[in-house]
């Protein structure tokens, strides 16, 4: 079983900067991919960014492309969503995901994720 643990939510003003982490524990897998969704009251959860664990290859949303980055700490299991010039519209719950196996766009799609974390809220005011 996988465990996933998100934190580094808060509220921030517009054009401000957070760091989402997201930490994982229990199996791991060679080919796994961590990704970041969101969900913004009354609307569906939507895909963030993702990083393949082993190549480090990144994956966006184009919403948020240029202002947003993820990363990941190997030795530490972690991965990071850091997010700067922060608008209101990125108010949401934030939410960490592994994927066992995905590629390419198939990464941005909610089903290609296996476990998922309890979610961070993020509020950005204006």
């Known amino acids: 079983q996988v465990q996933l643990v998100e934190s580094g939510g808060g509220l921030v003003q517009a054009g401000g900067s957070l760091r989402l982490s997201c930490a994982a524990s229990?199996?791991?897998?060679?080919?796994?991919?961590m990704g970041w969704f969101r969900q913004a009251p009354g609307k569906e959860r939507e895909f963030v960014a993702a990083i393949r664990w082993s190549a480090g290859t990144t994956y966006y949303a184009d919403s948020v492309k240029g202002r947003f980055t993820i990363s990941r700490d190997n030795a530490k299991n972690t991965v990071f969503l850091q997010m700067n010039s922060l608008k209101p519209e990125d108010t949401a719950v934030y939410y960490c995901?592994?994927?066992?196996?995905?590629?390419?766009?198939?990464?941005?799609?909610?089903?290609?994720?296996?476990?998922w974390g309890q979610g961070t809220q993020v509020t950005v005011s204006s």
């Open positions: 229990g199996r791991t897998f060679s080919s796994i991919v």
């Open positions: 995901a592994l994927a066992q196996g995905c590629s390419g766009y198939g990464c941005h799609r909610e089903r290609a994720y296996d476990y």
